[in-house]
C-alpha cells in the first residue's frame, strides 16, 4: 500500500509522543495493512497494546481514541468491543487520513 516513512518508520525504532490524529492515522494504518476491513477482524486490545508499546503515554488514551473512532464510525466493533475492523463504506477518509498524516 505506502512505504514504510515519515511517523511509521518512527514508530517501530522507539516510544515517541504523536498527537490524537496522529495515533488514529496509525491506528488506521496497522488495520489497513491487514486487511481488516468489514467483517475482517482484530482484537482491539492487541492494537492498543501494540500502540502503547511505541507510545510514551499508556493504553487508556489508545482506547479512547479508538473507541471516539467508533462513534464516528470509522471504526467498526464486535462482541462487545472485543475485535475491531475498519468501516469499509468510509474507505475515501480514511485512506485520506493516512495519507495526511503519516505520509
Known sequence: ????????????????????????????????RKGMWGNVYRPAESMAKWITNRLRRNGKRVESIMHGLE?????????SGMVVS?????KEDILKTIEDELY
Open 1 to 32: 500500500m505506502y512505504p514504510y516513512k515519515g511517523i511509521i518508520s518512527e514508530l517501530l525504532w522507539g516510544k515517541k509522543d504523536l498527537t490524537d490524529r496522529q495515533i488514529e492515522a496509525t491506528i488506521f494504518d496497522k488495520l489497513a
Open 86 to 90: 475498519l468501516n469499509p463504506r468510509k
Open 71 to 79: 462513534k464516528k464510525g470509522l471504526l467498526l466493533f464486535k462482541k
